[in-house]
């Protein structure tokens, strides 16, 4: 069964720019969480979708934001990038919402500069 | 603020000897807990769950949880330098995400 996919691998973006990322759950897998993993603050939560509706959100500022689509895909999008974006977006799938075995995709290494 | 609390380490230890990662955490209602592993440059990787007090073994891993005392702990045996990585551990409690401790480095020396 194929894992978690994620593109792009690698992004470089200029401050206030903004991107999107996206993220293929694990198949029959129906909830996508995203995560912002940086070497200072650690792996840190920014949102759950299932069933096309967040669940759950963690302290971002608005700038963070994203959806899922009816086949379980999802995209994040970050607007008016910051240098302190910079890091690895991780997305983790689990059978539904709730199911917190996650499995990661490989993430997004995002470099604003 | 729900906390997981995990030594940074480094943990060094030789081939062949048994590796232990702790873990502590703040929130008395925690229901489920994760080990992963996740090596320099890639993704956690799911390693270990663990749901109730006792200890859960699965190969050469042992996961020991300890409600009372607030503490999950990781057992490796026969540590390989494979084994190598920075290990996370992670808690939620209700329908609340996931709440990641920074981790701890292991290193196993050949």
């Known amino acids: 069964k194929a894992g978690v996919t994620q593109t792009p691998r690698y992004l470089i973006k200029t401050r206030g720019q903004q991107v999107t990322l996206s993220c293929s759950p694990i198949?029959?897998?129906?909830?996508v969480s995203w995560y912002q993993q940086t070497p200072g603050q650690g792996l840190q939560f920014l949102f759950e979708?299932?069933?096309?509706?967040?669940?759950n959100k963690g302290n971002f500022p608005g700038r963070f934001s994203g959806r899922q689509f009816s086949n379980s895909r999802s995209e994040m999008n970050v607007s008016t990038l910051e240098l302190g974006d910079s890091a690895l977006y991780l997305c983790?799938?689990?059978?539904?919402?709730?199911?917190?075995?996650?499995?990661f995709g490989p993430g997004t290494r995002l470099t604003v500069t | 603020q729900k906390e997981v609390e995990q030594n940074s380490g480094p943990l060094s230890v030789p081939e062949g000897a048994i590796a232990s990662l702790n873990c502590t955490y703040s929130d008395r209602g925690s229901q489920s807990f994760f080990w992963y592993r996740q090596y320099s440059g890639k993704s956690p990787e799911l390693i270990m769950s663990i749901y109730s007090n006792g200890d859960k073994e699965d190969g050469r891993f042992t996961a020991q949880l300890n409600k009372a005392s607030q503490y999950v702990s990781l057992l490796i045996r026969d540590s390989q330098p494979s084994d190598s990585a920075t290990y996370l551990c992670a808690t939620h409690s209700g329908n609340t995400p996931l709440v990641f401790g920074k981790g701890t480095r292991l290193s196993v020396i050949a």
């Open positions: 983790a799938s689990s059978l539904y919402s709730g199911d917190r075995e996650q499995y």
């Open positions: 198949s029959g897998h129906r909830s």
């Open positions: 979708y299932f069933s096309e509706t967040q669940r």
